[in-house]
């Protein structure tokens, strides 16, 4: 087993792409550690070996241990590691990768810092999630009332679907099992859902707390771009997981969304949306680390024109052309 201080921190042409990752994968009741570019899985059943560069996100259940060379080897793949409750369905805390390139979250806090952009994006953000909605010129207000009479009728609609009774949406904080099938279905799913957005804001390098429908948290982005799916993926999901009956909903959940996520190619398609969103389009002083792998990382210099300067010299006096 190689240690930390003889690898070589990997480049992002050797990182594997997160449109090509497993989009999430959830432990629980094992010890995670690293065996050269794998973290390994130890239960009960054995070990377990997974290429670290495939996860897009590691949830991590009641029971696991990771030790610190695993964490290493995840954080330098772009991996995000989010510690979860029992069934993936409570986000306790988030291990969050570091980008390379900055682009992207300049672009998304010029178009945060704006009210009128803001506001902007939020409407687009609702033009994805709802098909056919009008939402020029509509307030927030506006917006949030149409997602709720949206939402209960996405509901309405997928009981029918599946046949299963549908109350209201009753969500339980503290005790998961005191909501009945469906709405355990569905709050499994978002909590996944969670997860997936969060790694993909993380891989792009955009800023989880700036937030344009969500505020006030660490995680309103990723909850904004979670919400992009609801009702398309996490919802259907859910109803047709209850649908198979009461017991064990949370993980026929997570299989039936880890199903629709990658048929959707959810993971390509989120940082696609999430570029379109911020009117991102790469310029040459912000592109991906994808985009500048053959150059390597740079560093720049803002002038007061807006321009880069070559970073690692002393400018001194002289004239800054």
């Given at each position: 087993?190689s ?6 921190l990997s ?12 989009s999430?994968?959830y ?7 690293r065996d ?6 130890t239960d009960a ?7 670290s560069a ?11 241990r ?12 772009g991996?995000?590691?989010i510690?979860?409750g ?13 980008t390379r390139?900055?682009g ?12 009128r952009t ?7 953000m609702?033009?994805?999630?709802f ?21 209960k009728?996405c ?5 029918a679907?599946t ?6 949406r ?20 978002a909590?996944?859902m ?10 792009l390098?955009c ?8 505020s006030?948290h660490?995680r ?7 919400d ?8 259907p ?6 649908a198979?009956g009461?017991?064990?909903?949370a993980t026929r ?14 993971l390509d398609?989120?940082?696609a949306?999430i ?7 790469g310029?040459s ?7 500048r ?5 740079q560093v720049s ?8 300067l070559?970073s690692?010299r002393n400018y ?6």
């Amino acid at each position: 087993m190689s240690t930390i201080g003889k690898r070589h921190l990997s480049s992002p042409r050797e990182l594997t792409r997160v449109g090509d990752r497993v989009s999430f994968l959830y432990l629980e009741r094992c010890t995670v550690h690293r065996d050269d570019n794998a973290i390994t899985a130890t239960d009960a059943d054995g070990v377990t070996h997974i290429p670290s560069a495939t996860i897009g996100t590691l949830l991590l259940g009641p029971g696991t241990r990771i030790t610190h060379q695993a964490m290493a080897l995840l954080g330098e793949s772009g991996a995000a590691v989010i510690w979860v409750g029992e069934h993936g369905v409570r986000f306790y805390s988030g291990g969050r990768a570091l980008t390379r390139a900055s682009g992207l979250v300049e672009a998304q806090a010029k178009a945060w810092a704006n009210r009128r952009t803001r506001v902007e994006v939020a409407r687009a953000m609702y033009r994805m999630r709802f098909p056919g909605e009008d939402t020029e010129g509509r307030s927030r207000d506006d917006l949030l009332r149409m997602e709720g009479r949206r939402l209960k009728e996405c509901y309405r609609l997928e009981a029918a679907r599946t046949g299963v009774r549908w109350v209201r949406r009753d969500y339980h904080r503290d005790d998961f099992s005191a909501g009945d099938a469906p709405n355990q279905g569905i709050t499994a799913a978002a909590q996944c859902m969670y997860g997936v957005a969060h790694a993909v804001v993380a891989a792009l390098g955009c800023s989880p707390g700036l937030g344009f429908v969500h505020s006030g948290h660490e995680r309103s982005f990723v909850l904004d771009i979670a919400d992009l799916y609801k009702t398309e993926i996490a919802i259907p999901a859910a109803f047709d997981a209850a649908a198979e009956g009461a017991e064990d909903v949370a993980t026929r959940t997570r299989r039936a969304l880890r199903d629709r996520i990658n048929k959707a190619n959810l993971l390509d398609r989120c940082a696609a949306d999430i570029k379109q969103l911020l009117r991102y389009e790469g310029t040459s002083a912000h592109r991906t680390s994808h985009e500048r792998e053959e150059e390597g990382d740079q560093v720049s210099l803002l002038t007061d024109d807006g321009r880069m300067l070559a970073s690692g010299r002393n400018y001194g006096d002289e004239p800054i052309w």
